[in-house]
């Protein structure tokens, strides 16, 4: 059984700055054939993709409204995905999900993604 499990939300100012986690675990889990992603969904609306991080890292992709504020990185020797987040405003407010999908490339497609954690609430206030 695959588990993905988030941390580092929280409550934080405008301009300020959160590091989430994603540590991933199961016995048959090949953490490094897998392309890890963070999405988020704000109160009311529909899940979004955030970004998206290739499997060796070498590749990384974000949506517009958190390039140059965000950061995706993995570390495959401890099955953690990080997500740096940088001089965030209020409209970042949403629960952040870590997922998986199989496959060497990022994608942005909730579809491609085969595991997915629990959430984790970021909150910015003004």
Do not use: H
């Not at 497609?109 to 003004?126: A, F, L, P, R």
Request: hydrophobic residues 35%.
């Amino acid at each position: 059984q695959v588990q993905l499990v988030e941390s580092g939300g929280g409550l934080v100012q405008s301009g300020g700055s959160l590091r989430l986690s994603c540590v991933a675990s199961g016995r048959t889990f090949s953490f490094g054939s897998y392309t890890m992603g963070w999405f988020r969904q704000a109160l009311g609306k529909e899940r979004e993709f955030v970004s998206a991080i290739s499997w060796n890292g070498g590749t990384a992709e974000y949506v517009d409204s958190v390039k140059g504020r965000f950061t995706v990185s993995r570390d495959n020797t401890k099955k953690i995905v990080y997500l740096q987040m940088n001089s965030l405003k209020p409209e970042d407010t949403a629960v952040y999900y870590c997922a998986a999908a199989l496959g060497w490339m990022p994608t942005s497609s909730e579809n491609d993604y085969d595991y997915w954690g629990q959430g984790t609430q970021v909150t910015v206030s003004s």
